[in-house]
């Protein structure tokens, strides 16, 4: 059996493929199967779990953790801090065709602390906001703003999250102007009318 690529600066499984041609930061794990294409940068510290595919010239910050199953597509940057839950779905084009080879490649940014959860779908040209959180199996169309809970099909806005994760408790009387203070960690935030921001 071959041994792990133990590049001083990152760990790949033995069973791992990845392109001489692509970037992997420093403490970067990654596991069982996975598929790194030339171009792809990853930044520090990252988790790839079992059969992850990172398509070419994909850009990943630090500290993201990709679980099982996910194909990240060319198109697509996800910044730092991020969470792909479990066989989540990227697209990459809006109108496609198994016999043509006129695509159109729409962009996907995916800001830094969202999480998106298991098996949602994220259609292409989607901006997902700061610290926002997907819900598991949602189907996101359109943007997601900072700090946001979406959920459903297609995924609209129920709520929103501390950074920590927990969902921030807004009094009915407050949901269009207030603060609100996270009953977790004792964070404050800012609520305007669609707009949530850190104190």
């Not at 953790?65 to 479990?86: F, R």
């Not at 359109?142 to 807004?170: F, Q, S």
Request: aromatic share 8%; glycine share 12%.
């Amino acid at each position: 059996m071959p041994e792990a690529k133990s590049q001083t600066d990152y760990f790949a499984h033995p069973t791992a493929e990845i392109s001489d041609e692509a970037v992997i930061g420093k403490g970067t794990q990654i596991w069982h199967q996975c598929q790194v294409m030339k171009g792809a940068m990853i930044g520090e510290n990252c988790k790839l779990g079992k059969s992850v595919y990172v398509d070419f010239g994909v850009e990943i910050g630090n500290r993201v953790k990709i679980q099982n199953g996910i194909s990240v597509y060319k198109g697509v940057t996800v910044e730092d801090d991020v969470l792909l839950g479990p066989h989540m779905a990227f697209t990459n084009d809006l109108y496609p065709r198994a016999f043509n080879d006129r695509y159109e490649i729409v962009p996907t940014l995916v800001k830094k602390g969202a999480s998106i959860g298991a098996n949602a779908t994220i259609i292409c040209g989607a901006i997902l906001g700061q610290y926002c959180m997907v819900g598991a199996g949602s189907v996101v169309t359109n943007d997601v703003p900072d700090y946001a809970l979406v959920v459903g099909n297609p995924a609209h806005v129920v709520g929103y999250v501390c950074e920590c994760g927990t969902r921030l408790k807004i009094e009915h009387k407050k949901r269009h102007a207030g603060e609100v203070k996270c009953e977790s960690c004792g964070k404050q935030y800012k609520l305007e009318t669609g707009a949530i921001s850190i104190i």
